[in-house]
């Protein structure tokens, strides 16, 4: 699995090259909006690799190397999780470094926050990319987000006011990103045995 | 041993089928695949790799069935080139062969830079840039660094040029002086086929026709030139298919056995036997 998350860096590498650029001039900015926005973009990061396979028909030549199905799944997953948590890394270490002269703290809460957002966007889509390929899987991932906030929408105006959540975010995040995770994983490689 | 058996497999794309396909290659030897475009050459290979489930029969490399989890393992020994490379296309080769370096257990560095330097693939353009015979070359080189015993090759030589062709097949020929070194070679440039094969099997529409050592095909098949009386005064059975030559003659590919004796016959190439076997069946 190593050997095909190096070839996907190698792959989304100018992709990265503008996505560091934007990423240093961001996380100057103290703010969470940016960090969870740097993440999340980041979690998207393995659709640009699966991007390019799909272009070249790698898998066609994987499929003759002794990788198994489990293996390229598992890559892109691994690929999301080390550039988010490279980015997260790098956020706390710049808006540290910019606190010193600020003298703001850098959210640690925000980061983990901005993580588990990453990895449950990157849960929800990838089965669909992995099944469909990244132009359909974004097609059904955009149906997705649409139909969630429709559907808040809908709520919103049914009830005059939301009800707090009695469970607090920083439950709610961290177990919706591992219960994800569970879930995602085995219909990921269910539904790329069925390509 | 042999480096592959199909055994009664059959796979079905509803209006194309692999149909009931038999096909033994010794271990040491080099078998040809032919066919016409369609007939079920990728279709084989990609069954034999495991990267497509039959419908039924079973596939084996190299002693172990293609559908067991053990064929993984199996994998490290078998070198494939496919009709394109399909490697990434910003990869440069020095990154193909770190990735491949990960890949493969027996992965050899010193083996890959020598074909590198062979093949003068340059090491820092991206593979996009590659014409079709450097990124053939590249996966040649690919699927021969990694020490393996069999080397799957589906129209590995198209889009080479005759004198890098010609290397290529020598390549190929020094990979099979170890005696259990095999290939299966699928191409449409039967002459490749007739210089370096041992076995040439025949896919006729998804029904393998023959699988035959090519000398005793060469010697089985003749090559009649002459007239239609001529080629009519012959038994039936000993025609397998013919054509209209120039000035009213005709050629028609015949059993060597079945024609009498005195009669003249031209060597039959495979090249002839093939597109007479495919006249013939049509």
Not at chain 1, 25 to 44: D, H
Not at chain 2, 98 to 112: E, I, L, N
Not at chain 2, 138 to 164: C, R, W
Request: overall charge negative; aromatic content about 8%.
């Amino acid at each position: 699995m190593k050997a095909l998350v190096q070839k996907d860096f190698y792959v989304i590498w100018k992709q990265m090259r503008i996505y560091v650029l934007v990423l240093v001039l961001l996380s100057m900015v103290n703010s969470a909006f940016n960090m969870v926005f740097l993440v999340v973009w980041c979690s998207m990061l393995p659709y640009t690799a699966i991007a390019y396979d799909e272009r070249s028909h790698w898998n066609q030549l994987a499929a003759m190397m002794p990788y198994s199905k489990r293996d390229i799944v598992l890559s892109k997953y691994v690929l999301g999780w080390i550039c988010m948590a490279a980015v997260g890394v790098f956020c706390l270490a710049v808006q540290a470094a910019v606190g010193i002269v600020s003298g703001s703290a850098p959210s640690v809460p925000t980061l983990l926050a901005s993580l588990c957002v990453g990895i449950i966007s990157l849960d929800i889509t990838l089965p669909a990319v992995l099944r469909f390929g990244v132009e359909r899987g974004r097609m059904i991932f955009m149906v997705l987000i649409f139909g969630v906030m429709i559907s808040i929408g809908v709520l919103v105006d049914m009830v005059d006011e939301l009800p707090s959540l009695s469970v607090p975010l920083a439950v709610l995040l961290p177990l919706g990103a591992a219960v994800g995770t569970a879930l995602s994983i085995p219909l990921s490689m269910k539904l790329y045995k069925e390509n | 041993m042999n480096a592959i058996e199909l055994t009664h497999v059959h796979k079905s794309f509803g209006e194309f089928a692999i149909q009931d396909l038999n096909l033994i290659v010794p271990s040491g030897t080099i078998c040809g695949l032919v066919g016409e475009n369609g007939a079920g050459k990728s279709t084989t290979i990609r069954l034999l790799m495991n990267a497509l489930r039959p419908d039924g029969g079973t596939a084996r490399v190299l002693g172990v069935d293609a559908s067991s989890p053990e064929f993984r393992a199996v994998k490290e020994d078998v070198g494939v080139v496919l009709d394109e490379a399909y490697y990434p296309e910003t990869l440069t080769v020095g990154q193909v062969g770190k990735v491949m370096a990960g890949t493969y257990k027996r992965w050899d560095q010193g083996t890959y830079d020598g074909y590198l330097r062979r093949f003068d693939l340059p090491g820092k353009k991206p593979f996009k840039d590659f014409s079709r015979g450097m990124k053939m070359k590249l996966a040649i080189a690919v699927a021969l660094s990694h020490q393996p015993k069999l080397l799957i090759l589906d129209e590995a030589t198209s889009g080479l040029d005759p004198i890098v062709r010609d290397e290529v097949l020598e390549i190929f020929n020094e990979f099979t002086r170890e005696e259990d070194h095999s290939i299966l070679i699928s191409s449409h440039i039967l002459s490749d086929l007739e210089k370096l094969c041992d076995y040439i099997a025949f896919l006729h529409r998804g029904r393998l026709l023959f699988c035959n050592e090519k000398d005793q095909l060469l010697e089985t098949y003749g090559v009649f030139a002459g007239t239609a009386e001529q080629l009519e005064s012959l038994r039936e059975e000993a025609v397998l298919g013919r054509e209209a030559s120039g000035y009213g003659g005709v050629r028609a590919l015949v059993r060597r056995e079945e024609v009498p004796a005195g009669l003249e016959l031209e060597r039959a190439t495979v090249e002839d036997i093939i597109l007479f076997m495919v006249k013939g069946a049509k």
